[in-house]
């Protein structure tokens, strides 16, 4: 079973316990898989609806900074119910430790020194973290060692 048909099959058993909220996330998240489709004009593989999905819970991320920001912490909560239900479909997030173990092998096999090899450690760690590292996380840590 591919993995948009996992999201389908969740909503369907969300709507018979009669969970709201996750039946409103998965439908969501459902709509933008169709929409990429559209867009592409063909069908999603599993590595794109995971992508989809990376995107989905980033936009809740982003939303919560901003609802924290302005005080809205029922908003805040709010969002962070969502990307919990989005992150049952992510990997688990590696911790910033393990980010910056990661960067530091990179930095090392790639023998990059200076802030203006940042590009060069980014391209080479963000396919290594894909779904399980936020990307600012894993820039400021990037310029951290470079810088240091």
């Known amino acids: 079973m591919n993995l948009q048909n996992k999201i389908q099959e969740a909503i369907k058993v969300s709507m018979k316990t009669k969970d709201g ?19 592409m004009k063909a069908s999603l593989d599993d590595e794109q609806v995971f992508q989809e999905i990376v995107s989905s819970a980033k ?22 119910t969502e990307l919990a239900i989005l992150e049952e479909y992510l ?15 990179v930095v090392l096999s790639s023998g990059a020194s200076s802030p203006a090899d940042m590009g060069q450690v980014m391209k ?6 894909r779904g399980q590292a936020d990307g600012k996380m894993v820039n400021q840590i990037v310029r951290e060692i470079l810088s240091g």
């Open 91 to 105: 990997p688990e997030q590696l911790s910033s430790d393990e980010v910056r173990k990661i960067v530091q092998e």
């Open 59 to 80: 936009r809740r991320r982003e939303s919560i900074e901003a609802f924290k920001e302005a005080g809205r912490k029922d908003l805040v909560i709010k969002e962070e």
């Open 124 to 129: 080479e760690v963000m396919p290594m973290v």
């Open 21 to 39: 909220t996750r039946v409103s996330v998965l439908r969501f998240l459902l709509a933008a898989i169709k929409n990429r489709e559209i867009e």
